[in-house]
């Protein structure tokens, strides 16, 4: 490996995001936490799964900024190319294109991503904080890991607050306490950013949308011209959809048969 891919903004990202999250874990066990106070009672149950939430929320972390989110092949593999039958289920008005800087066949709901350079499946946003895009094969860990991420902030918040001492004098309070309350100040920018972000991805999930077919529905073909979302298919098969890829089937195929239920619907 050459010495400048140790400074690629990928390995930088993620090595900051690593050296934080142990960062803040160290200041909360060395300072008068209760996981302090547990670990000095012997009572190591909670303090060893706050590890393990830790852990297993950065190694989610880890596989989601690592992880191939859904690239499109510059050249498709035979099972990967349209049949003409399927092609056929398309729609003229929304031609499957060719991307104008990769070249490739875009898939419905694909999108080019400038900072990845490629075509990325059911695009929603490219994550400058995973320095990934989130795409269609890493989106649902993507979530997953907000919901894990989000407990262990509230959970480290809660523990900052637990070893805060306010009745000192100002300057021995400030050299005691003050690494910990800027901890805490921290968490809570942090909590609040993951909650918002769980929060929309839940609600986009739950609507079969992506950020970006949400923020820029009036630029894209296959919804500019239709008064609501095509692949959406209720709440319940939207999520057994994007969490367990249930009921299968590519996105053209969905398309075309929401065309079909809308032109066979008698007029009112």
């Not at 393990?52 to 900024?65: K, N």
């Not at 005691?176 to 805490?184: E, N, Q, R, W």
């Not at 079909?260 to 009112?268: I, K, L, M, Y």
């Amino acid at each position: 490996m050459a010495p400048w891919a140790l400074l690629s903004p990928g390995v930088l990202v993620r090595t900051g995001h690593t050296v934080l999250t142990w960062g803040i874990t160290l200041v909360l066990f060395l300072h008068d936490t209760e996981l302090r106070q547990w670990e000095e009672q012997g009572e190591l149950l909670l303090p060893l799964t706050f590890l393990l939430l830790v852990l297993g929320s950065l190694l989610l972390y880890l596989a989601v900024s690592l992880m191939d989110p859904g690239y499109v092949n510059v050249q498709p593999q035979p099972q990967e190319e349209l049949k003409e039958e399927q092609t056929a289920m398309v729609p003229p008005a929304i031609p499957l294109r060719r991307c104008r800087y990769c070249l490739v066949l875009q898939p419905l709901r694909a999108r080019h991503c400038r900072e990845c350079r490629r075509c990325v499946r059911r695009y929603d946003h490219h994550c400058p904080w995973m320095e990934n895009c989130v795409g269609e094969r890493n989106h649902p860990l993507f979530v997953v890991y907000l919901a894990l991420q989000l407990v262990v902030l509230l959970w480290g918040l809660y523990l900052a607050w637990s070893g805060l001492q306010f009745f000192q004098p100002w300057g021995l309070w400030l050299r005691s306490s003050g690494l910990l309350f800027a901890t805490f100040l921290l968490l809570s920018l942090f909590s609040l950013v993951a909650s918002l972000l769980l929060a929309s991805h839940l609600y986009l999930v739950a609507s079969n949308t992506t950020t970006w077919e949400f923020i820029s529905s009036h630029r894209i073909a296959y919804l500019r011209q239709r008064p609501g979302n095509p692949f959406d298919r209720g709440l319940t098969r939207n999520l057994a959809h994007f969490f367990c890829g249930w009921p299968s089937g590519s996105w053209e195929t969905l398309w075309a048969e929401e065309e079909e239920e809308e032109g066979s619907s008698p007029a009112v």
